[in-house]
C-alpha cells in the first residue's frame, strides 16, 4: 500500500504544483502564531496528560498557541504522507521512529540537530537518539520507549519454586527454556509466545544474543548475514513450541492482548509482551491475580534489546521550526516527561525523567522496567532501506513458518539472508 | 414430490436459512455482548455469550474518553448530505441514461463502472490537493463534496437499472392523456421510482457513515472529525485496544443504520426488486 501511494503521490507532485503556491502557516498579523500538535497518545491517562500540557503551554506562551489534534495509530502513516504532499502536516508530529525513515529520506522532516536545545540534546541517551538518527540528521526526539518483559502469573512462579529473575541477575536463554519446561504441567504451558508479528519481537530480543542480522559495511551499504547469535532467540522458542511443548502454539498467531485470558486464566504461566501491556493487565485482571513483570532472559550481549521509541518530528515544511522545537522542549521537561510516561506506561528515554522515584516503584513492575532502561537499543532494522518489504514478503511468513515446524533453520536461514538480500539491494542501488 | 418429502425440503431450507442468520448474526450479537461485559469478563479464559455481570461502564468510559455525540453528528451531517446530494444529481442523470439510449451513454455508464476499480489510496493525494485549492480542507462540506462523487457513479449505476423497470409505455399514456413531460415525470415516473431512490439514498449514507480514510485524512480538528475516525481513537500501537468501550461505542455506531433499515426496509425491498427486473 506504501508503494502505490508514493507512486500515486509522485504522479500528484504536478497536479499539486498546478493548484496551490507554497503553504501558508498558521502566522496571524497580531503576531499570535499557532501550531499544530499531533499526538497519538490513546489511553486516557494519556490523553489528558497531554492535553493539560498543551494547555500549561498556552496559559504561559501567549504568542504561541498549540492546537492540539488527536492522531491515531492506525493508518498514521499514509495520513502524513497525505498531509505532506499536500503541505498540509501538523507542524509537531508524534509517531514511532521504526516510521520515520521513509519521512526522513523523503524530505517530510526537519533535521532537528541545530534546533534543539542542548539540555534535551544532553539528557537522551546517545543509544536512544540513534533510534531516530538516519543519514546522519537527526529527525525527531525520542521520548518514550518500551522493553518487552515477562508478564507473570505469581502464583504458578512461587509454587514451582523457580529462581525469580531480576535484571541484576536475569535468566539465560538456556535456563529460561529449562524453566518454561518446568512451569508447564497438565492444561498449562510455561510461556505464551505472542507472534502475531514475529519479526520485531524476534529481532529485538535477539540483540540480547548478539544477534543483529542486519550489517552496514564501509560503503554504507547494508546486509543481510547470520551467525550463531541470530539463531538463539528463534532457535529457543522452537523448541519450546515443538520439542518441548512448553510453548503453546496455538498462540503464536496471537496478537499480544489475545493472551492475556489465558494469563488470567492459568492456562499460561508467563507471557512475553511489551511493558506497556501492564496497563491492560491491571485493568482485566481478575480479582485476586497476582502478577509480576520479569526482565526477558539476557543473552551474551546481557539485557540489550531493540526499541522503536515514540517520538516528537518537526514538518520540513513548518514555518515555525523554532516554535515547534520549544514546545516539543517544554513538553519533554523531565517533569513533564514522566506524566507523559506514567500516562502510556512506558519509560522516558529522558535520564533526568527515568530517575523520578515514582518509576522506580516495585508496584506494577516499573523498577524492573526502569532497570532495563539502560540496556535498551536501537532495534536493528530501524534505518534500513526495504526493511518493511523484506518483513512483510520475507521474514514474516519464514519465522512463522519456523516456528511452527514447517522449515528448519537452514532453511529459514537461506531465506532470511539470500533471498532478503535480493529485496535489499533494490533499495541500495 | 410427495409431501412428506416436500415437508423434510422445508425443514432444510429453515435450518439452512436459521444457520445463514447466526452467521450473519454472530459478530452483532457478539459486539453487544462485548460492550455490556466487565473488565475482568473480558479478559476471562471462558467468555460467556451473556455477560455474567452485565454493566453500564463501557458506555459511560465511550462517551468519558471521546466526544462520541459531536462525532456521530458530523457524520450524521456528512451521511445525509451526500445521500440526499448523490440521488438529486443521479436522478435526473440515470433518467437520460436510461431514455435515451446511445453509444455516448453506454461509454458513460462503462466508464462509471471502471471508476469504480480505483482504490482510495490513488485518488486521496489529488483530491486532497483540489479540496485545498477550493479551501475545503477540514470542513464538512468538503468531506461531503468527496462522498458525494465517490458514490455518483455506482448511486447512478442503481438509479439506471430502476428508471428502465419503469415502462416507457406508462409515460407514453400520461403523454396521450395530454400531460406535460414535467408533469409527467413528477406524476408519474417519480412515484414508481421512489423505492428505487430511498434504496440509492440508503447506499448513499451508509457508505458515507462507515468511511474511514478520507475523513481521517481529510478532517484535521477534533471538532470535525466523524465517529469511524474517532473510534479508532480506541485503538493504540501493535494492536493494542480499549476493548470494552471500543466495543460499546461501535455498538453505538451501527445503530443509525440498523433503525433506518427497518424504518424503510419495506421500500427498499421494493426498490430492489423493482431495480433488478428490466424491461
Sequence with gaps: MRAVLRTAAAAATALALLLTGCGGGGGRADGRITIRFQSLAWQKESVDANKQLVKEWNASHPDVRVQYVQG???????????S?????????????????????????????????????????????WQTSTFDGGVYGVPFLQEPRVLIANTRILKASGVRIPTPARPWSWTEFRRITKELTGKGRYGVAWPLKEPVSATL?????????????????KVTLAMDEGDLVVPRTIRDQVGTDHSAARTALGMGGGDTLPGLFGGKYAMVPLGFSFRQQ??????????????????????????????????????????????FIDFLLRPANMVRLAKGDWMLPTGRAALADPSLHSPDRGWATGAALAGALRSAPAQSVRGYPEWKDKVATPAFQEYYSGAIDAAELRKRLVQDGNRVLARYQR | MSPRTRGTARAGQYVALLCYLVFLAFPFVWLISTAFKPAPELGSLHPTWIPQHPTLDNFRAAFDEQPLLRAAANSLIAAVSAGII?????????????RHRSRLSTAATGWVVVSQAFPFVLLIIPLFLVLKYLHLINTLWGLIMVYVVWSLPFALWMLVGYVRAVPPELEEAAAVDGASRLRTLVSVTAPLLAPGIVATALFAFITAWNEFFFALVLLKTPEKQTLPVVLTHFLGAEGASDLGPLAAAAFLATLPSLVLFAVIQRRITGGMLAGAVKS
Design chain 1, 281 to 326: 493487565v491491571a485493568e482485566q485482571a481478575p480479582k485476586g491475580f497476582e502478577w509480576t513483570v520479569l526482565p526477558a532472559p539476557a543473552g551474551s550481549a546481557g539485557l540489550a534489546q531493540g526499541v522503536s521509541p515514540q517520538t516528537l518530528s518537526v514538518a520540513q515544511d513548518s514555518p515555525h521550526k523554532k516554535e515547534a522545537v520549544e
Design chain 1, 204 to 220: 529485538n530480543l535477539g540483540l540480547s544474543a548478539g544477534g543483529e542480522l542486519f550489517h552496514r559495511g564501509a560503503d554504507g
Design chain 1, 84 to 128: 505532506f504532499e499536500g503541505d498540509e502536516a501538523p507542524d509537531v508530529i508524534h509517531d514511532a521512529s521504526d516510521d520515520l525513515a521513509d519521512f526522513a529520506y523523503g524530505g517530510y522532516l526537519a533535521d532537528l540537530r541545530t534546533l534543539l536545545p542542548d539540555r534535551l540534546t544532553a539528557d537522551i541517551p546517545q543509544q536512544s
Design chain 2, 86 to 98: 448523490a440521488v438529486v444529481i443521479a436522478t435526473p442523470m440515470a433518467y437520460v441514461t436510461a
Design chain 1, 72 to 82: 491515531s495509530w492506525d493508518s498514521v502513516h499514509d495520513q502524513l504522507l497525505t
